[in-house]
């Protein structure tokens, strides 16, 4: 069965710099969740998508911005990267309120 | 205030046993859903298993049971027959509807780790 693809699985960037995280649902699967999760910490919650449009924002910065495309991928922008940026970012999807399913995840190391 | 509690950081079990994986969670909203998910050393994120606020019946998946006492708003996981390979950090999380465009988010607890003793 197909599962969430996230890509890249892993990512260097240098501080300042932008990043792209992509995020492919699973087929007919309404609801998109970006998460990020910080080393020996619980998964944050970003920023979701229902049927394409936001719909909720969680401790998300505003370096940080997202949008859910027509075909219902995902992309995370982040910009003016900070250290503390690093983290493993995941993405989730889900369809009529029942499970919930995650991609591998992004490990974005800033230097 | 927390949404999700997990109160036990850590836990230690001997190979076979069962074990029980506390989580309490805190909501107003009627209609919500309670998540298990297992986060071995790779990072990966595993659903577990779920279980919804109007589910009549405890959800199971093989080895994985979540004794679900609304009353209580506690969602404990059951492992039965432990195996090395259970091994990993475990995530209980919730699922609120949070408008009515049907809008959700997850909240995490803060987690257990399980190792299992051979």
């Known amino acids: 069965a197909a599962g969430v693809i996230q890509s890249p699985r892993h990512l260097i960037k240098e501080k300042r710099e932008t990043a792209t995280l992509k995020c492919y649902p699973i087929?007919?699967?309404?609801?998109v969740y970006w998460y990020q999760q910080g080393p020996g910490q619980d998964p944050q919650f970003l920023i979701s998508f229902y049927e394409k449009m936001q719909s909720d924002k969680g401790s998300i910065p505003d370096r940080f911005s997202a949008q859910q495309f027509s075909d219902y991928h995902s992309e995370l922008n982040m910009s003016s990267l900070e250290l503390g940026d690093s983290a493993l970012y995941f993405c989730?999807?889900?369809?009529?309120?029942?499970?919930?399913?995650f991609g591998q995840g992004t490990r974005l190391t800033v230097v | 205030a927390q949404k999700i509690t997990q109160t036990q950081p850590g836990m230690f079990v001997q190979e076979k046993e069962a074990v029980t994986l506390d989580c309490t969670y805190d909501t107003s909203d009627p209609s919500y859903g309670l998540f298990w998910y297992k986060q071995p050393s790779s990072g990966e994120m595993i659903f577990l298993i779920y279980?919804?606020?109007?589910?009549?019946q405890n959800a199971t998946e093989g080895r994985y049971s979540l004794n679900f006492q609304k009353a209580r708003k506690s969602a404990n996981l059951v492992i039965s027959a432990s195996q090395l390979g259970d091994s990993a950090m475990y995530f209980c999380?919730?699922?609120?509807?949070?408008?009515?465009?049907?809008?959700?988010?997850?909240?995490f607890g803060t987690g257990t780790r399980l190792t299992i003793i051979p």
């Open positions: 989730a999807s889900s369809f009529t309120s029942r499970e919930a399913f």
């Open positions: 999380a919730m699922r609120e509807v949070i408008s009515n465009f049907g809008n959700e988010k997850l909240t």
């Open positions: 087929p007919r699967h309404d609801t």
């Open positions: 279980q919804g606020s109007y589910d009549q």
